[in-house]
């Protein structure tokens, strides 16, 4: 246990997952046979429908006939069920385990210290890709010259690349306008502990666009005094707390325009050529116009961060009010061609919401909250048994459309009155 | 003499010991033509009215314009400081001293580590860098020529016994020495390269396979010019006739040899420079000194960088630069 926690994600339903893995997909299973299970919505302990959220008021909609079941059925020479369900997946470059990659958690304190350190080991042991937070380097430094390992970046990539198994997984590390100083990217690629993963095409960048906690704004953290002094000539550091103690730091969101945002990216590719090329853009307005200059550009994957996402510290009006929900976003990006890779996070933690986002064009969901909490739950194991009752919920879910993989889920998959097809 | 091959996997880099470097016969060779086309160049610069800087080797900021390499940062009392990865910002600002500069800069960028085996990359090296007050990109690129003809003649007129001791034969000039170097587009470029079967991409730089296989089917050197945006530094001129080409070049020297000397028309519009930094990545706050600078103005100018360990590897006819250095470093090598 620890004291990390998220008020108003379903945090005690995470970490349930996080401590009896396979089984939270199901009710108790002394209650079967003895409790008439289904009139409560959601259940106890599971999945179920925020009344606000789109994503969630859609239902999956399994077919009665199932023409793939068929297919399936004559290549294995039996009936196939949900663990032929094959959920390897490709993501910007790399091939992952699921159809699900770890989340950006940045320099915050709540993704700080062993946590970080144990949500890499465990995503590494997964194959599951991970993304490393923007302002990781500049806040907590890299690693090499003696800062404490365990924040830095480093510690995080040699924690996740010891557990890896070969073929599978990858690194994605972020960049925003204002760590450009650092020089985070030109660091990782001539770095000899980043060489394995480079060598392996295991190494992405990801440009940091924007995030779905504060669409628009830039990062912010609170830092002590101390830190913030040593920061001051690089961030913007604001009194806004009214004590001595603390102090916001605010990075600029950085200034796009569709020719910068192409270039950028063209600039990524010409510069590292050997590594995969991520964009992580805020739930805008113009989030499909955005991901179409991406992809154009040469990005391997896009990744688009709904309003309900995030692990990052915002103003409380940011959250409440700004932003595309996640749902929207996908309906956008569907009406305007999505990317070929896309990426989509915001509120992720169980198998209906993966495969509705599935469904409406994504290729893979980020966990973030559901991540950080998982690893917290069980520093061993945790994220790993939450991983394994996702997994096992999305084969359940794929198979029942009468699918055998993720890349096969389609719009007509699900339904809802309030978003037509 | 050999020409770049495949990439060797890294850590089959190494460096002979110091001793036996600066003591061998090749190395003396190698570093005798390095001054005299030093000389030369001096010689010729002076000659047409160039007036020699010394370059600054840290500052607040430098040249972010080094394809994936990483800069090396200086704790200067307390703040971050750079050492150059590049003179660039100096050049431009030197022409409100004089129209024309020069300088012989070093250099220090942390390549990626596989270019430890490209026979063609320094962690340290050092650019015969030349800025002109009011040049366009065709009146460089002419410079160029007339000065690579000057000091590779001047440097074969006074080291016979050098260029025979290495085994050079100087017939490989012969074009060279009459001063009229190819020229082609970047677009046309990528067009042969990829009907060569090389995979080359119109909107990146050419990769450094691509480079030496366009050079080893020349006998001469030869400019590339109209690089595409998204491929260099915010300071590159966008030609305002053919929006998303710079009007700059390369020089790649002949016989397999590559890039020799970058250069561009340069931007100097305070609006244009902010906005291309925008495109290239950059947070233009940590330039404030060169934009205020910008801002009251600096003179529209031209110029370039020749790698004068390149250019010494080239017409001493080395396998690898490393060898045009007496101290040399490669990217994750150990070496004084």
Redesign the interface.
Known sequence: MSDLSAPGFPEEEVRHRARVGTAAAFPPPGSYGQVLLGAERPPAGQPGPDAGDALDALRIVPPVFVPQRLARLIDLGREPDYRDVELTTGIGGFTSALPVYVSATGSTRAAGGDLGLALSRQAGALGLPMVIGENVVPVNGYGRLGEAADRALLGRLRAYAEELPDGLGGVAVQ?S??D??A?VW??V??D?AA?PLL?SGRLAFE?KVGQGAKPGLGGMTVLDAADAARLG??YGIDPVFGDDSRVLRAS?P????A??L?????????????ARIWVKLHPGRDVAEAARVAAE??ADAVTVDGAEGGTGWAPGVFPAQVGLPLAECLRRLAAAGPPPCLLVSGRMWEGGRAVKSLALGARAVGLGRAALLAAAEDPEDGLIRFADCLALELRLLISALGKYTPAALERADVWSPDFPE | MTTDGPTPATGAATLPEPGRHLTSPTTRAALRIQHQLLFAAREFLRGRGFTELLPPIIGPVTDPGSRGSKQVDIDFYGHRYKLMTSAILYKQASLLAFDKIFCIAPNVRLEPLETAGTNRHLAEFHQLDVEVAGATRDDVVQLVEELVAHIVGSAVRELLKEFAELGRDTDAFAELLKGSFGRMRHAEAVAELQGLGHPQSPDAELDWAGEALLSARRDRPFFVTDYPKGSRGFYDRENPEDPGLLRNFDLIAAEGFGELCSGSQRTNDYAEIITRMRETGENPQKYRWYLDLVREGVPASAGFGIGVERLTRYVAGLDAVWQASAFPKLAGVVSP
């Open positions: 960049q306008t204002e450009a100083d020089e030109n660091l690629y001539s000899p060489l060598e440009l000539d690089r600029t950085g200034t796009f325009t020719e910068i192409r270039q950028q990216v063209r600039l990524m590719r010409n510069n590292f050529p050997r550009a040469g």
